[in-house]
């Protein structure tokens, strides 16, 4: 068995908790793509959706600056963890935040500008690249303004201030005095929900699970003529489980997200949600 196969069946069952054989099968029979891998073996019903499904190997930090009201946040990655705690690489990393916010995340204007030392940000990467030895990308940012709302924020994993693995932002309708916004963040951060409701959740996500969902049925060995119905119930709580409004409130299982929005007289304006390498 060559190195790359094993390599990737490891990864495989590192990511499903599928044992050896079955990983290697659908290895073989997917060329060793580890996506459609993953696909075939929930199809066949061996492996269930988890959180595990998005680890990626990409590591780095999500930075976070605020003034006024106004926020923005920055991914900047690295290969390894190792070089996400170098001192030069978190100093670069602290430098271009503070930029991002004042370009408002305009990738393109971030590059262009000039830092402390008098050299364009695409040309210090260059050389902290060449210096450390390993790939930097500054990957994504967002800016969310102090207009029509008001946005609160929470940092998970912090390493210092305003810099953490997992970051959750949010534009609220307005402030309460339970401080709704921030805990509705902290919500965010852990359950990760795929948008805010379902009318903005992607067709081609929803389309895609209940593919997959009926073929597990019909694996399984259920009656065609009851795999439409139960997929329906299952494509139902999928949507549900993913979109924000409708999760499970985490400080109360009894609740749901809507229910403390509308207990504090609150809408979400906007969200989103940065997890370093998530996606990558």
């Known amino acids: ?19 050896f054989k079955d990983c290697k099968a659908a290895i073989d029979e997917t060329g060793g793509d580890i996506e459609k891998s ?37 991914e900047i990655n690295s290969e390894t963890d190792f070089v996400a705690k170098n001192k030069d690489f978190i100093s670069f990393c602290k430098e271009v935040s503070d930029i991002n916010f004042k370009v408002k995340a305009d990738l393109e204007k971030i590059n262009k500008t000039l830092m402390k030392n008098n050299l364009a940000v695409e ?27 008001d946005n609160s924020f929470y940092i998970h994993g912090a390493v210092e201030e305003n810099i953490g693995k997992i970051i959750a932002l ?3 309708s307005k402030k309460d005095e339970n401080d709704t916004g921030k805990k509705v963040a902290m919500h965010i951060s852990a359950m990760s929900p795929l948008a805010l409701e379902e009318k903005k959740l992607d067709k081609a996500i929803i ?25 329906k119930g299952k494509i ?22 809507s229910d403390i929005l509308k207990e504090n007289n609150i809408q979400i304006v906007d969200y989103i949600r940065y997890k370093v390498g998530e996606g990558v």
Do not use: H, Y
């Open 1 to 19: 068995m060559s190195k790359d196969l094993i390599e990737s069946v490891k990864k495989l069952r590192e990511i499903t908790g599928v044992g």
């Open 38 to 74: 993953i696909e075939l073996l929930r199809k066949k019903g061996i492996a269930k959706a988890s959180n595990k499904m998005n680890r990626t190997a990409a590591e780095g930090l999500c930075l976070l600056e605020e003034k006024n009201g106004e926020v923005s946040i920055i």
């Open 123 to 149: 040309t210090n990467l260059t050389d902290l690249i060449a210096k450390i030895g390993e790939k930097i990308t500054i990957r994504r940012a967002v800016f969310f303004d102090n207009k029509n709302g």
């Open 170 to 172: 949010i534009k609220t």
């Open 207 to 231: 389309e895609k699970e209940m593919e997959i969902i009926k073929a597990e049925l019909l694996n399984s060995g259920k009656p065609a003529d009851m795999v439409e119905k139960i997929a």
């Open 236 to 257: 139902n709580k999928f949507i549900s489980d993913n979109t924000l409004i409708n999760q499970v409130w985490i400080m109360d299982p009894k609740k749901k997200v």
